[in-house]
């Protein structure tokens, strides 16, 4: 009999206003594409099955950025504004139940290799009774983090005021684990023009010379206007 390996469903947080970086980070350039284009079609090229975009602020220009395939889905929030948990609760609702759900931010470029390490140390963990793996390198906790089908409903329960998903990590304690892949990108940060900058000068493939006379972040306009000849993916309105 075959057995079907489990399904691992990822949500991208891409709703922020980008206050810090003082520009819409997920049109930053990243290794010859946007943060935007590079964190999905990083994960395209890992075995999640679904990538649910979660946006809110400027949500048409990152939508426009992010690849299009039948794996991704868009969903706004409309109540980006209130918080990054509003976020994670609409695009948790929009897996499938049977899903483990990987968390990660359209501000942490992960390679493929990390995210299938992450994965993969996850899923053959199970038996440990973990209820969630955060990716990390040499003792430091980083992200992404996933976590099993049994505590959707917490997921879908946490709020703002309480902490959020951290809430959710501190109150299981040791059944989280932190899985080393050997790679310091699990702890990259962009949320700030100097992180950034940072992030672009220790990258193999720097980010502004790939992709020719890009705008720095100080520079980059937050109402891109998508052209006319651009495709205008679907994209589902939820209330966060």
Request: hydrophobic residues 45%; charged residues 20%.
């Amino acid at each position: 009999m075959v057995v079907n390996p489990p399904c691992v469903g990822a949500v991208v947080l891409a709703a922020g206003a980008s206050s810090r970086m003082g520009s819409l980070k997920a049109l930053l350039p990243w290794r010859g594409t946007t943060l935007a284009g590079y964190v999905v079609g990083e994960l395209l090229r890992s075995p999640v099955a679904r990538i649910v975009v979660v946006t809110g602020n400027g949500a048409d220009e990152v939508i426009a950025a992010v690849p299009h395939d039948p794996r991704v889905t868009f969903v706004v929030n409309d109540r980006w504004e209130d918080g990054k948990a509003g976020s994670v609760t609409c695009g948790v609702r929009a897996l499938d139940e049977e899903c483990h759900v990987l968390v990660g931010a359209i501000d942490q470029p992960r390679p493929a290799s990390l995210l299938n390490a992450g994965i993969a140390a996850h899923l053959d963990g199970l038996a440990d009774g973990r209820i969630a793996t955060i990716v990390g390198h040499e003792g430091r906790r980083g992200h992404p983090i996933i976590f099993v089908p049994e505590v959707r409903h917490e997921l879908l329960a946490i709020d703002e005021r309480t902490a959020g998903l951290r809430a959710v990590v501190v109150r299981h304690g040791t059944a989280v684990r932190v899985a080393d892949v050997g790679d310091a990108a699990a702890l990259v940060n962009l949320n700030t023009p100097e992180e950034y900058a940072a992030a672009v000068a220790a990258d193999a493939t720097p980010a502004l010379t790939a992709v020719g006379n890009a705008p720095t972040p100080a520079a980059l306009p937050l109402g891109l206007e998508r052209g006319d000849d651009a495709p205008a993916p679907r994209s589902r309105r939820l209330r966060g």
